[in-house]
């Protein structure tokens, strides 16, 4: 069964930070990764898809990088902003139903 | 322009009344789902239609139904709630089961008085 694991769970940054939020899972049999945000209270946007054949990919201020073989995941947040306030969630996709499983998110919090 | 649309964006219902949440989507996506979430947890996938095909999670509890009408709409049913069904009940499409670009309505918050 797959599990997937963020951490931290929680972070406090000063605005212009750079950051990196973790993600690991563990089985290595996916079909792709994706980071979310979702803000309080509100549903998931996708921010970024990595399929299983990439190791990277990037959407303004985003980075998101790909380890199928470790089993991790990692988001970096450029020059963070106080509209980066949010909870960030990762999902792997696997399995014959090509499932998502999400983590549990990182909560992040950017101060002015 | 909202392409998953959840209706009611609050629901408040009493223990054991029967409760109707709305989902439609503008994408003519072939799937869509339904996601249970509670409060700082994971989404955690309750079932899925592909197509007129319904796909029940193993561990989705028979409280809980689904309706797929036509392409555009997907009902969740709960037949009888309980306190712990309170959760943030999420919505998603896409365009295949392998297209994992799902894409999520705003939720439905619902309260068990």
């Known amino acids: 069964k797959q599990e997937v694991t963020q951490i931290p769970a929680a972070l406090s940054v000063p605005e212009g930070e750079n950051l990196v939020l973790n993600c690991s899972f563990t089985?290595?049999?996916?079909?792709?990764l994706q980071w979310f945000r979702q803000d309080p209270g509100k549903g998931l946007t996708s921010l970024l898809l990595?399929?299983?054949?990439?190791r990277e990919q990037t959407s303004g201020r985003l980075n998101a990088s790909l380890d199928k073989s470790s089993g991790r995941s990692t988001l970096y947040i450029a020059a963070s902003q106080p509209g980066d306030s949010a909870t960030y969630l990762c999902?792997?996709?696997?399995?014959?139903?090509?499932?998502?499983?999400f983590g549990k998110g990182t909560l992040l919090t950017v101060n002015p | 322009d909202a392409m998953v649309i959840q209706n009611p964006r609050y629901q408040v219902t009493q223990f054991g009344k029967p409760v109707t949440l709305s989902c439609s989507q503008t994408?003519?996506?072939?799937?869509m789902y339904w996601y249970q979430q509670k409060s700082s947890q994971a989404p955690k996938l309750l079932f899925h239609?592909?197509?007129?095909?319904?796909?029940n999670e193993a561990d989705t509890p028979d409280n809980f139904q689904s309706r797929r009408p036509n392409t555009s709409f997907c009902f969740l049913d709960i037949r009888s709630p309980g306190l712990g069904d309170a959760a943030m009940y999420l919505c998603?499409?896409?365009?295949?089961?392998?297209?994992?670009?799902?894409?999520f309505g705003a939720g439905t918050r619902l309260s068990v008085l």
């Open positions: 089985d290595s049999a996916i079909y792709n």
């Open positions: 994408l003519n996506h072939n799937v």
């Open positions: 239609y592909y197509d007129k095909d319904f796909n």
């Open positions: 998603a499409t896409s365009r295949d089961p392998g297209d994992n670009i799902q894409y």
């Open positions: 990595i399929q299983s054949s990439q």
């Open positions: 999902a792997v996709s696997g399995g014959s139903n090509y499932k998502l499983t």
